[in-house]
């Protein structure tokens, strides 16, 4: 039995006796809902069903379906946000971390992308060779929308949205993610000081952090939450590579969680938020994958009088939507969402993205371009049994009139 079996195998194990000892908590970890992983309201509605007694399967038929599955990095996943199983860097919660300067481990390293400094930084400078010339090869991109799965789904797409960014212009990267581990009606910030990636650590800007707390609408994530959560995690690693040139001093990271907001809300954050993508100095980079369709996801959409495959009518609402984004107007891509339904995880981070463009051109005498740039997915769907995730990569482009 090789290393990776014999690893899933002992996670089996784990889990099995997870499932015996955990009661309706364990139930939901591993039911369909608990996947479907497009909203925190999602997570909350799987924990309430997780009581009901047709939720309780044969514990050992839903670990092996889920494993079939999901597969070894999501099970990891879920033991360590249970707190069952821990990673090895994974750093314990401390009240004096806060006061020390505490640091948020690269936990998803070795399991949704590679923990070897060589080998990720070759995979890295790869997929962005192969994303060619940037579309605007003289201005950087002020805000980028890219994917968050594993990289060896998304890796090669997400290169399409960093070859944008020209790193001498930048000094500020705000990370926007969606919650996936915890329910949250508002914006999260870091209590960290860094984060790790396998590429070099990257320094939070405290300062920023705390005109935003200044504002009254911003809380923070809890830690365990935080190293759970990969939405901003995947993000990092592209991040320390497209600045690997610039000292570590001469810029900065604000990672910030966004909750499931109401239209009010991303309004709200949009207009805090206009003033930071007003400086070309700053970034915004957007996690976001797009459709997840099958049954695992309880989404399924699908014409049967239309003679297109599965995977291409997929496309065709995907590519609706980033048709939406690419108007740059907030009220557009609400509509779309409302037709839809489209389980893209990241609207929220999109919508604030879209509301901020939209309060800075109410402001000053400019206009916005969003151009996507690349499309994937993680399977080409062709019956109901399949199951796919979209991923796109996309830039947004301040110009003056």
């Not at 080998?119 to 890219?146: F, H, M, V």
């Not at 049967?304 to 609402?317: F, G, L, T, W």
């Amino acid at each position: 039995m090789g290393d990776g079996r014999k690893k899933e195998g002992e996670l089996c194990l784990i889990a099995a006796l997870f499932l015996r000892t955990r009661g309706p908590l364990a139930q939901f970890l591993f039911t369909d809902l608990s996947v479907r992983r497009t909203t925190p309201s999602d997570c909350c509605l799987g924990l309430a069903v997780g009581t009901h007694e047709h939720h309780r399967t044969n514990f050992f038929a839903r670990l092996l379906v889920f494993i079939l599955q999901y597969g070894y990095c999501l099970l990891v996943d879920l033991l360590h946000f249970s707190k069952l199983f821990t990673r090895p860097d994974a750093t314990a919660e401390d009240p004096e971390a806060m006061n020390s300067g505490r640091v948020r481990s690269a936990s998803h390293a070795g399991l949704w992308y590679s923990d070897n400094p060589k080998t990720l930084d070759a995979e890295l400078s790869e997929w962005l060779n192969k994303a060619g010339t940037p579309y605007q090869p003289t201005k950087s991109a002020r805000a980028i929308i890219t994917p968050h799965a594993g990289y060896s789904y998304c890796g090669d797409t997400a290169a399409f949205a960093f070859k944008q960014v020209i790193p001498e212009v930048v000094n500020r990267i705000f990370v926007m993610g969606p919650s996936h581990v915890v329910c949250l009606n508002n914006c999260a910030l870091t209590t960290c000081s860094r984060y790790k990636t396998p590429l070099g650590n990257l320094h939070v800007d405290q300062k920023t952090n705390e005109d935003l707390m200044a504002t009254n609408a911003f809380s923070t994530m809890n830690f365990h939450d935080e190293e759970s959560e990969h939405s901003i995690e995947m993000q990092m690693p592209y991040i320390a590579k497209i600045m690997e040139n610039r000292s570590p001093d001469s810029f900065s990271i604000i990672p910030i969680l966004i909750g499931s907001l109401t239209q009010s809300s991303q309004a709200m954050y949009g207009k805090i938020f206009a003033k930071y993508i007003a400086d070309p100095r700053n970034l915004f980079v957007i996690s976001s994958d797009f459709c997840h369709w099958g049954h695992r996801f309880h989404f399924t959409p699908y014409d049967n009088s239309d003679s297109r495959a599965v995977h291409e009518q997929i496309a065709a609402m995907d590519k609706e939507g980033m048709d939406a984004i690419s108007t740059v107007d907030p009220h557009a891509f609400t509509t779309y969402l409302k037709k839809t339904q489209n389980t893209i995880c990241g609207r929220n981070p999109i919508s604030v993205m879209l509301q901020a463009a939209e309060h800075f051109r109410q402001m000053n005498n400019h206009t916005a371009e969003f151009r996507f740039l690349k499309y994937s997915q993680s399977n080409k769907c062709r019956n109901m049994k399949d199951s796919s995730v979209s991923y796109a990569a996309g830039a947004l482009y301040i110009n003056p009139k």
